[in-house]
């Protein structure tokens, strides 16, 4: 018996000398001084640049503690981005889900949506990028068509359109694999929620 013991403890010795298994480190998105996109598994100070996504902290984007409850809702996009960012970092699928537009979605509907967020959450986020609708066809004088812009390509104007929307670029539990959501945007009660 005195034997079992020894060898048990021994074993549960040895146990504690191997390496710990590594984990899949979580992709960063930094701004460069000169305003070029890094991709790095290092922090954006450690490479002389800055995160793209406000994360928490009193002082991150001008916003309160990131723990702490905020009541009322996003009148601006940067005020949505910040809630999303947030809950997203945080794992809390029920802060995202108060950002939600759930008016005129059935129970039904609304369990498909929470396990939609939730799998959200537990992916580590990369960027949240703004979604533009598509720019109509270009005429000439005549007004001939002469541009679809069916290809996405167009002449840059000077008039920015708002988003419709936006893309959540995440990677999956490996680290590596990319992932992405898209939300619509709806503005009701002069807030901005988001739909899938």
Avoid at 14 to 21: S, V, Y
Avoid at 24 to 45: K, L, M
Avoid at 104 to 133: G, K, M, Q
């Amino acid at each position: 018996m005195r034997g079992l013991t020894f060898l048990l403890i021994a074993c549960w010795g040895a146990t504690l000398l191997l390496p710990a298994p590594a984990r899949a480190q979580q992709v960063q998105r930094c701004i460069t001084p000169q305003g070029g996109t890094v991709y790095t598994d290092q922090r954006c100070e450690d490479i002389g640049a800055i995160d793209r996504l406000p994360r928490g902290g009193p002082s991150a984007a001008g916003h309160g503690s990131a723990n702490l409850y905020r009541g009322g809702c996003s009148r601006t996009l940067s005020d949505l981005v910040y809630q999303i960012t947030g809950a997203i970092d945080s794992g809390d699928v029920n802060r995202l889900s108060s950002v939600y537009a759930w008016n005129n979605v059935s129970n039904a509907a609304a369990n498909r949506i929470l396990t939609r967020l939730e799998a959200i959450v537990e992916r580590p986020l990369v960027d949240i990028v703004p979604v533009r609708p598509r720019p109509p066809p270009v005429y000439d004088e005549s007004g001939t068509m002469v541009d679809a812009n069916a290809d996405g390509y167009y002449p840059q104007t000077t008039v920015r359109q708002r988003p419709v929307g936006l893309r959540l670029e995440q990677t999956l539990a490996n680290g590596s694999t990319p992932s992405r959501t898209v939300f619509g945007l709806r503005r009701n009660y002069n807030c901005f929620w988001i739909t899938l």
